[in-house]
Every structure is written in structure tokens, then in C-alpha cells.
T-cell receptor
Framework: AQSVAQPEDQVNVAEGNPLTVKCTYS??????LFWYVQYPNRGLQFLLK??????LVKGSYGFEAEFNKSQTSFHLKKPSALVSDSALYFC???????????FGSGTKLNVKP | DSGVTQTPKHLITATGQRVTLRCSPR?????VYWYQQSLDQGLQFLIQ???????AKGNILERFSAQQFPDLHSELNLSSLELGDSALYFC????????????FGPGTRLTVT
């Protein structure tokens, strides 16, 4: 069965420090991987995706993520966190020619001033 | 603004009733997805349509149904409503399936009393 896991319900980081939000996946093929962010009372917004090619992908708002096939991970990172980055982050996976998206349970990021 | 519109924004109704949620995808997007987001169950994929045809089903109850019309807008019908159906319902659209990111609408908050 295809699945995606976000092992941390919450991540706390101080403003200016680097942040990492973890995501691991389990699929029976080559995955397409996505990160989305949800601010309070809003819909999800697309941040970045990995389809193929360079394992390090860059996205919106200074976020980046690294695809690691051997560890089946796709962790979201940012070198210097901002208070405005505080939100709920979702990792998602889909497969080529496969119509379902699988979302992780979400990780709440708290960035403290 | 994602370009995806959903109506209504809020809906309050009684148990046993039926409601219809409407979604208009971004211009040019052929795929529409429906999700349910509740506090205790995270983001649950319900159903996907592509160019008018059902493509994938997730955890959609038999009391729920959806369709996508020739103009590509979609409706989600919820019937015999129960208290547990209270949630945020999101619609998302994408150009196609698989590697294409989804763009989410602002959601419809359904409260069943």
C-alpha cells in the first residue's frame, strides 16, 4: 500500500535558525513528492515538488527539499526560519499514471521570535 | 488566490439533511479533487474527477457523491448528514494527474447540528 508519514506532529524552532520538517514515503514505484503549506482558515498552498532529476528542489518562500531514494525521504528545509513560516505543513505522494494523492498527517511548525 | 473557488464558505445544517458543495477549478485545469479535513482525521482524499469522468475514489462514504460537469465545475453532494460529517471540505484542481501539483480552494466549513 502506498503511504506517506510525517513522524512529527509539531516542530518548534527559533526565528533565524534552520528548520527541517520530516517526511518519509512508501510506494511501489517511482514517486512524485510534494510539499504543501496551510495557514489558519485557508486552503493548502503548493510549495514545491520532486518529479525527477536533481534531488534538491527549491520552492516558494525560500523552502527546499531533498529527495533521498535510499532512505525514502523527502524532508522540507529552510536555512533561516521566519515567524511567518508558522503553519501546518503537509507532505504528499503520487505515482506516475496513478490518480490518487496520499497526504501525510501534517506537521505544525512553530517559529518563535 | 489559487484561482479555485468554492461555495458556500460556511454551511450550517441539521442532521439528516442534504447539502451540495460547489467548486470551480482554475482555468485550464481538467482534474478536480475533493478532500475532507477534520481535526482528528487530518486531510482525507474523497474523490477525483478528470474531464468529467471519475478517476479515483478514496475514503468517500456511500452517503456522499460527486460529479464534474461539462464546464468542469464540480459538485459534492452530502446526504443523510451526521454530526461527524462536520468538517472543512476542500476542492483542488490540477492540469492533469500524477506529477501535477494541486491548487486548493478556500474550503467550505460544514457544521451539522
Amino acid at each position: 500500500a502506498q503511504s506517506v508519514a510525517q513522524p512529527e506532529d509539531q516542530v518548534n524552532v527559533a526565528e533565524g535558525n534552520p528548520l527541517t520538517v520530516k517526511c518519509t514515503y512508501s510506494v511501489s514505484g517511482n514517486p512524485y513528492l510534494f510539499w504543501y503549506v496551510q495557514y489558519p482558515n485557508r486552503g493548502l498552498q503548493f510549495l514545491l515538488k520532486y518529479i525527477t532529476g536533481d534531488n534538491l528542489v527549491k520552492g516558494s518562500y525560500g523552502f527546499e527539499a531533498e529527495f533521498n531514494k535510499s532512505q525514502t525521504s523527502f524532508h522540507l528545509k529552510k536555512p533561516s526560519a521566519l515567524v511567518s513560516d508558522s503553519a501546518l505543513y503537509f507532505c504528499a505522494v503520487s505515482l506516475y499514471n496513478f490518480n490518487k494523492f496520499y497526504f501525510g498527517s501534517g506537521t505544525k511548525l512553530n517559529v518563535k521570535p | 488566490d489559487s484561482g479555485v473557488t468554492q461555495t458556500p464558505k460556511h454551511l450550517i445544517t441539521a442532521t439528516g439533511q442534504r447539502v451540495t458543495l460547489r467548486c470551480s477549478p482554475r482555468s485550464g485545469d481538467l482534474s478536480v479533487y475533493w478532500y475532507q479535513q477534520s481535526l482528528d482525521q487530518g486531510l482525507q482524499f474523497l474523490i477525483q474527477y478528470y474531464n468529467g469522468e471519475e478517476r479515483a475514489k478514496g475514503n468517500i462514504l456511500e452517503r456522499f457523491s460527486a460529479q464534474q460537469f461539462p464546464d468542469l465545475h464540480s459538485e459534492l453532494n452530502l446526504s443523510s448528514l451526521e454530526l461527524g460529517d462536520s468538517a472543512l471540505y476542500f476542492c483542488a484542481s490540477s492540469r492533469s494527474t500524477g506529477s501535477y501539483e494541486q491548487y486548493f480552494g478556500p474550503g467550505t466549513r460544514l457544521t451539522v447540528t
